[in-house]
C-alpha cells in the first residue's frame, strides 16, 4: 500500500514528508523556536495576603490565570510570574504561538516568554511580580511588581531557577 503525504512509513521508522519538513523547519530555527511554548489556564493553589502560590509548570511554557490577571511562565530554566496587563496601556496580553511571543492587541507590543520588549509602541518589558520557590511552587507577591524602565537590576532578578 503506497504511503501517503502526512503518514508515517508503518514499520521502517521513517518520518512523513510533512513531518520531516515541519522538524527540520523548527530545528533550523533554532532551540528557542524548535517547539512552539505550550499555553494553559490556571488557577492559584493557595492564597496568603499577597501571596499567590502556583505549580511550577513541568516544562516550558505560559500558564494564565484570568482571575487574578497573572501569567506564569516557564523558559529556559526559568520561572517568572507577570502582570497579565500590557506596561503600555494596560491591555490584556496575548500569547502568539507561531511566533512564541506574547502581544498586545490594542497596540501590537510584542514581548519574548520571558518577559522581554521586541517592538510596538511600549517602552519597557513586561511587568514582572517578585517570587520565590516553595517545594514544587512558585510564589508570587502580587504587591510587589516590578517595572524594567524603574528597576532593572530588581526586575533582572525576579525569577526562579527550575
Known amino acids: 500500500m ?12 521513517l518520518l512523513a514528508r510533512r513531518a520531516f519538513l515541519a522538524e527540520g523547519a523548527a530545528i533550523a530555527a533554532g532551540p ?25 509548570p513541568a516544562q516550558d511554557g505560559a500558564q494564565i490565570d484570568h482571575d487574578n490577571q497573572v ?10 510570574v507577570f ?12 500569547w502568539q504561538p507561531e511566533d512564541n511571543q506574547f502581544q498586545c492587541p ?30 514544587t511552587n512558585i510564589v508570587a507577591d502580587i504587591a510587589t511588581l516590578y517595572r524594567q524602565d524603574q528597576d532593572q537590576a530588581q526586575w533582572d532578578a525576579a525569577f526562579i531557577a527550575v
Open 2 to 13: 503506497p504511503v501517503r503525504d502526512g503518514e508515517a512509513c508503518e514499520g521502517c521508522g
Open 106 to 135: 490594542r497596540h501590537h507590543s510584542r514581548y519574548t516568554p520571558d518577559g522581554e520588549f521586541v517592538s510596538g509602541r511600549a517602552t519597557r518589558g513586561m511587568d514582572r511580580f517578585a517570587v520565590r520557590k516553595d517545594g
Open 71 to 80: 501569567i506564569v511562565v516557564r523558559y529556559e530554566a526559568k520561572a517568572y
Open 32 to 56: 528557542a523556536r524548535a517547539a512552539a511554548l505550550s499555553i494553559t489556564r490556571v488557577g492559584v493553589l493557595r492564597r496568603a495576603g499577597n501571596d499567590l502560590t502556583y505549580p511550577i
Open 83 to 94: 502582570n497579565l496587563a500590557c506596561p503600555h496601556q494596560n491591555t490584556a496580553l496575548r
